[in-house]
């Protein structure tokens, strides 16, 4: 019954996926650029790592830019908008400056393994404390406590994989694969979660 179970809510989950197949064109930006800027930067820098750091920045700063609108209306729903503006100004220049600063790539890759680790962290605290306030912020269609419950822990399995991916990529191969990977993330990472979150609500609520 169980493994049963299991099988039903991956076959969901593979045909929300397939739904899902439309592409928004601001989320394959950042792979375009990347496609574009690595070679180019390539051939002007002699120094590879150079040339990693400024392919890395010029797309972490378009995906810093997509929906930053919609990111700042909904922290200053949480925030003051003094906070918000405090806040925005560490996490965006100011995290791209500490890596340009550093100036390896290594460490950009591995910025990528600390912010999903946080993600999980976070989520799992949601497990813990049983309030579920991220899942109630971002997926507001989730109305029943059992559904937010699995969406929380969903999202703490989600986060822990994609950690060990991103540093499977890091050690097993090339920086270019891993910038191709980075540049890809935004699409496959909003087809992953609203394909997660469509068949949480799904099995627990029912589809529309």
């Known amino acids: 019954m169980l493994f049963e179970h299991i099988l039903g809510a991956l076959d969901a989950f593979v045909e929300f996926v397939r739904k899902q197949l439309t592409i928004d064109p601001l989320l394959i930006l950042p792979a375009l650029i990347l496609m574009l800027s ?28 997509l929906r930053f609108d919609i990111l700042v209306l909904k922290l200053c729903n949480a925030a003051s908008p003094r906070g918000v503006a405090a806040l925005v100004l560490v996490a965006g220049p100011g995290i791209m400056a500490a890596l340009i600063w550093q100036g390896q790539p290594i460490w950009c890759q591995r910025f990528l393994s600390v912010y999903f680790l946080t993600m999980a962290a976070l989520h799992a605290l949601d497990v813990v404390d049983g309030a579920h306030r991220i899942i109630k912020s971002s997926w507001p269609g989730l109305v029943l406590p059992r559904a937010e419950q699995i969406m929380s822990q969903t999202l703490v399995i989600y986060y822990l994989s994609m950690v060990l991916l991103n540093e499977t990529l890091i050690a097993q191969f090339d920086p270019t694969v891993w910038l191709l990977y980075f540049g890809i993330l935004p699409l496959m990472s909003r087809l992953i979660l609203h394909s997660l979150y469509e068949t949480v609500r799904g099995g627990t609520q029912g589809t529309a």
């Open 38 to 65: 690595w070679p180019m930067f390539q051939i002007l820098f002699d120094n590879r790592a150079d040339a990693f750091m400024c392919a890395f920045v010029l797309a972490m700063a378009v995906r810093l830019s």
